[in-house]
């Protein structure tokens, strides 16, 4: 039995159909550092049944399925089918190939094939176990694998031990057939208990079953009961209807007679309406008449009146003379004919003269209105660069503000400090007074040592505030010399011009591949050896020659973009830097072991 070949379809590296062929006796496997050799180990020891992502160098068992490059899209699944030669029946199968299949999809489903035909993983197990190749997979033998055999306990050794002869498969299927026993028998002993439990309450069981017995009985004969006193319930109601109903009838009588008044009384009622309606007709026209008649006799009163004045005015004034002249007036009409036509005239020429400013007024107003689009783009990108450098200063202001606050505590700390001192010295000066007076009175005089007692004391005190007022001090001056330089740095970065980002921006084709920081994968755990050993150089872009990174130097003058730093990659053949190794001060397993430089990029 030997592994005869292994096809990889979307399994990490692998985004294009791979098969990989193999032929008795040892084959080996070669290649510079990220080609994929780890991933073929890794693809071999996932489709014989691995499941623990840490074993495949992962996350999470979906990391397997290619990811996808900049310019291929990820992949839905990842597959992998190993064919091993079955020549000699090494695996329990009638057959001469075996080919074993896995296939991985997004969400997390599963797939195992044997031969093509759909199985479990606990049949690839099996099949595998069969052959010496078990779950532990000591046939995959990697980096440390051989020390930490070394090193294991007696225990683990002799799993090891016991899956390469063959004990461990039978080994398995007896502590899997023993806690089958363990659960028959934990079964069975509850099954018992159960039983017991069951006969304890049967003879409680079989008193409430006699109770319950004699309450339907009793639920019975209520039921008769309450069925016979409906009964007499709808015989009584039966009576009560029928007297209803006769009374009823009476009523609907009594409604007919007094229906029938109603109608007479309501055309009665209607006639004295007709009667009433044709005298207000009559009314109305007698008095529409009369204000006629008041109208005209009004009217002949007026018209008195204005007779009696014209006779009047024409006893006093002088016969009037004759009309315009008809001359006058016929020339007139024909001035009045020759100004509508002049007015005509303009009329059609202020109408011409108005569509065309109405067209030109309409062409204005579109190139208004991109005028004011384009105006618009420019003011939102100059408000969002505003709003920016806003932010910026705002961070700003707010560092000043706490600066000057901080000048203000500052400031009362010295006041504080200051008063301190002034009741030092007056405690002093007093001190000094009694100590004085200590000296020139008698030594017995009452209350003269426990006053001075009471000035040592307050002068100790005194001093230990004006030492914490000092200490509060000093830390003020370092927060604000923080605070100040904090302040410092801000404006440096408003003022700064980003050239990295300028080039990542502009330049992103010509030679440049990003920042070293993006490019660089690091194995986990090994973080902060990688920081340590980039330094600066996280934040460099990465240039494929000198000629790239000068061009790149020299657009940077060119635009005033700032400043930017750029690592070559162009290294010479016999310093390789991906041969170069450099200690990892915090190694993750607490041996020895380094930090390799991304293969083909060095810093100069």
Known sequence: MYLKSLTLKGFKSFASPTTLRFEPGITAVVGPNGSGKSNVVDALAWVMGEQGAKSLRGGKMEDVIFAGTSSRPPLGRAEVTVTIDNSDNALPIEYSEVSITRRIFRDGASEYEINGSSCRLMDVQELLSDSGIGREMHVIVGQGK?????????????AFIEEAAGVLKHRKRKEKALRKLDAMSANLARLTDLTTELRRQLKPLGRQAEVARRAQTIQADLRDARLRLAADDIVTRRAELQDTSHAEAALRREHDEASARLAVASEELAA?????????ERAESAQQLWFRLSALAERVGATVRIADERA????????????????????????VAVQEQQLSAELAAARSRLDAARAELAERERSLADAERAHLAAVRAEADRREGLARLAGQVETMRARVESIDDSIAKLSERIEEAATRAQQAQAEFETVQARVGELDQGEVGLDEHHERMVAALRLADERVAELQAAERGAERQVASLRARIDALSVSLERKDGTGWLSRNHSSAGLFGSIAEMVKVRPGYEAALAAVLGAAADALAADSLGAARAAVTALKEADAGRAAIVLSDWPANDDPARATYPCPTAPTGRSTSSRRPGGCAAR
């Open 312 to 335: 009047q005015r024409l006893d006093l004034e002088p016969p009037a003379t004759g009309g315009p002249d008809p001359d006058a007036l016929e020339a007139e009409a024909q001035q």
């Open 272 to 280: 004295e309406e007709d009667a009433l309606a044709r005298l207000s």
């Open 146 to 158: 051989l020390e930490e055999i070394l090193q294991s306990r007696p225990e683990d050794r002799r």
